[in-house]
């Protein structure tokens, strides 16, 4: 069930409470009114000074805050975690946070963006103000930036369907992080958010860090934003070494957003195996369409990779030649930032491997007179123009030879120079 939250003494609040009536069939019992997974209540107070507010709820599994957001923003949905990590100045205990819903909040933030009004953007912020013990995962839901826009019904209404988009959600039943640096508006986090299945739980921009003072002080406030997102990982904006290590020495882990991206949708418990076998994401791991639970089963081989096979492929199509990596193998390690695939990789078998050999074969015949396949190689044949033959052919350099080259006789002295006379035949063998 999920708790909604309005404050009275918040008007962009009551407008979204009147908004929520209206768009939904609600049963009044006097101070709460209910519907099929939510409930909804009316406060006095400010949503900040509501710590415990979940024990007006019958044992919510969320609770979401309908609120206005104050800035120099314009007109913008916004959604954020609740908690100080460092003094609490607008409500909450110092340096405490909140139990986040990054799963809800993500897909707040997807309802924001499927119904917010012309004009209106969609934004994240990191975690700010009280409550910090609500009692229930929770977040804020928020319409902005200034009066204007707190009495806008449109605005208060899409905020309403965004809400109410949130039914049957299992607050943290996806994957999340914590997020460190950048500007209070977050834009790595939105980044993610937007673009992969990975939510975030707390955030801590600049100025949070700024306020909790030396990571070293301060590993239990860390600890707990890792503890109350339910994850192990973080992401952070810029260069900072003492955070790392203290996020390193709580048994947590820093990850680049490449490693968030491209392990979005493939099993954690694969990416760990696979980045111990052969190599970090950072190092230049890449996983491929095979890389879930329901073609793998967790179950590889790990192969040594035909380097000069894929780089002779690549010379004919570099896409393709990538596009059969991602498409047989569960990953594959790289160089030269993801371009090219070279060293080992881990195919769901041998069959899934022998498909790899063979449609780069495909490639290579598109550029040779002919590729035959062996069991242990890949035996190209091709017949090319030779210079050296040309030359002792007495044909000069110059439009002749580019005549030869291109498959035409030519005329030397009187004598026809055919392409065969000038031609050699080569042949390559890439062990498999």
């Given at each position: 069930?999920?708790?909604?939250?309005?404050?009275?003494?918040?008007?962009?609040?009551?407008a979204?409470?009147?908004?929520?009536?209206?768009?939904?069939?609600?049963?009044?019992?006097?101070?709460v009114?209910?519907?099929?997974?939510?409930?909804?209540?009316?406060?006095d107070?400010?949503?900040?000074?509501?710590?415990?507010?979940?024990?007006?709820?019958?044992?919510?599994?969320?609770?979401?805050?309908?609120?206005?957001?104050?800035?120099?923003?314009?007109?913008?949905?916004?959604?954020?975690?609740?908690?100080?990590f460092?003094?609490?100045?607008?409500?909450?205990?110092?340096?405490?946070?909140?139990?986040?819903?990054p799963?809800?909040?993500?897909?707040?933030?997807d309802?924001f963006?499927?119904?917010?009004?012309?004009?209106?953007?969609?934004?994240?912020?990191?975690?700010?103000?009280?409550?910090?013990?609500?009692?229930?995962?929770?977040?804020?839901?928020?319409?902005?930036?200034?009066?204007?826009?707190?009495?806008?019904?449109?605005?208060?209404?899409?905020v309403?369907?965004?809400?109410?988009?949130?039914?049957?959600?299992?607050?943290?039943?996806?994957?999340?992080?914590?997020?460190?640096?950048?500007?209070?508006?977050?834009?790595?986090?939105?980044?993610?958010?937007?673009?992969?299945?990975?939510?975030?739980?707390?955030?801590?921009?600049?100025?949070?860090?700024?306020?909790?003072?030396?990571?070293?002080?301060?590993?239990?406030?860390?600890?707990?934003a890792?503890?109350?997102?339910?994850?192990e990982?973080?992401?952070?904006?810029?260069?900072?070494?003492?955070?790392?290590?203290?996020?390193?020495?709580?048994?947590?882990r820093?990850?680049?957003?490449?490693?968030?991206?491209?392990?979005?949708?493939?099993?954690?418990?694969?990416?760990?195996?696979?980045?111990?076998?052969?190599?970090?994401v950072?190092?230049?791991?890449?996983?491929?369409?095979?890389?879930?639970?329901?073609?793998?089963?967790?179950?590889?081989?790990?192969?040594?990779?035909?380097?000069?096979?894929?780089?002779?492929?690549?010379?004919?199509?570099?896409?393709?030649?990538?596009?059969?990596?991602?498409?047989?193998?569960?990953?594959?390690?790289?160089?030269?930032?993801?371009?090219?695939?070279?060293?080992?990789?881990?195919?769901?078998?041998?069959?899934?491997?022998?498909?790899?050999?063979?449609?780069?074969?495909?490639?290579?015949?598109?550029?040779?007179?002919?590729?035959?396949?062996d069991?242990?190689?890949?035996?190209v044949?091709?017949?090319?123009?030779?210079?050296?033959?040309?030359?002792?052919?007495?044909?000069?350099?110059?439009?002749k030879?580019g005549?030869?080259?291109?498959?035409?006789?030519?005329?030397?002295?009187?004598?026809?120079?055919?392409?065969?006379?000038?031609?050699?035949?080569?042949?390559?063998?890439?062990?498999?």
């Amino acid at each position: 069930m999920i708790g909604v939250v309005v404050s009275r003494a918040d008007e962009a609040s009551v407008a979204i409470g009147e908004q929520l009536r209206e768009l939904a069939d609600w049963t009044d019992d006097g101070d709460v009114l209910r519907r099929d997974g939510f409930e909804l209540r009316e406060f006095d107070e400010w949503h900040v000074e509501l710590d415990g507010v979940a024990d007006a709820f019958s044992n919510p599994d969320l609770v979401v805050f309908a609120s206005r957001h104050s800035g120099d923003t314009g007109p913008l949905l916004t959604a954020h975690h609740t908690g100080n990590f460092g003094p609490g100045e607008f409500g909450g205990d110092d340096y405490a946070l909140a139990e986040t819903a990054p799963e809800a909040h993500r897909r707040l933030l997807d309802g924001f963006r499927e119904h917010a009004p012309d004009g209106y953007e969609v934004g994240m912020e990191c975690t700010h103000h009280g409550p910090t013990s609500v009692g229930a995962p929770s977040l804020f839901a928020e319409l902005g930036s200034g009066e204007d826009e707190w009495r806008d019904d449109e605005a208060a209404r899409a905020v309403a369907r965004a809400i109410l988009d949130l039914e049957g959600v299992d607050p943290r039943g996806g994957r999340s992080l914590v997020g460190f640096g950048g500007g209070h508006y977050v834009p790595r986090p939105t980044r993610i958010v937007a673009d992969t299945g990975w939510g975030f739980g707390h955030v801590a921009a600049e100025w949070c860090l700024d306020d909790m003072g030396a990571p070293e002080n301060h590993q239990g406030t860390i600890d707990r934003a890792f503890d109350a997102t339910g994850t192990e990982y973080a992401v952070l904006d810029g260069e900072k070494p003492e955070l790392e290590a203290v996020v390193d020495d709580l048994g947590h882990r820093v990850v680049s957003e490449t490693w968030v991206r491209e392990t979005d949708g493939v099993p954690l418990d694969l990416v760990r195996a696979l980045e111990d076998e052969l190599e970090t994401v950072d190092d230049g791991l890449r996983f491929g369409e095979r890389a879930d639970s329901e073609r793998t089963d967790g179950e590889y081989v790990i192969v040594d990779l035909p380097d000069d096979l894929w780089a002779d492929a690549h010379s004919v199509d570099p896409e393709r030649a990538r596009r059969v990596a991602r498409e047989t193998a569960v990953a594959y390690e790289t160089a030269e930032n993801g371009n090219r695939v070279e060293g080992r990789a881990a195919f769901p078998d041998r069959d899934a491997y022998d498909a790899y050999v063979d449609r780069l074969a495909d490639l290579l015949r598109e550029k040779y007179d002919s590729v035959d396949i062996d069991p242990e190689e890949v035996v190209v044949t091709d017949t090319s123009f030779d210079p050296e033959l040309a030359q002792a052919a007495g044909v000069p350099e110059g439009p002749k030879f580019g005549r030869l080259a291109g498959g035409q006789p030519v005329e030397v002295d009187g004598e026809t120079v055919t392409p065969t006379d000038v031609s050699r035949e080569r042949t390559v063998r890439y062990a498999v």
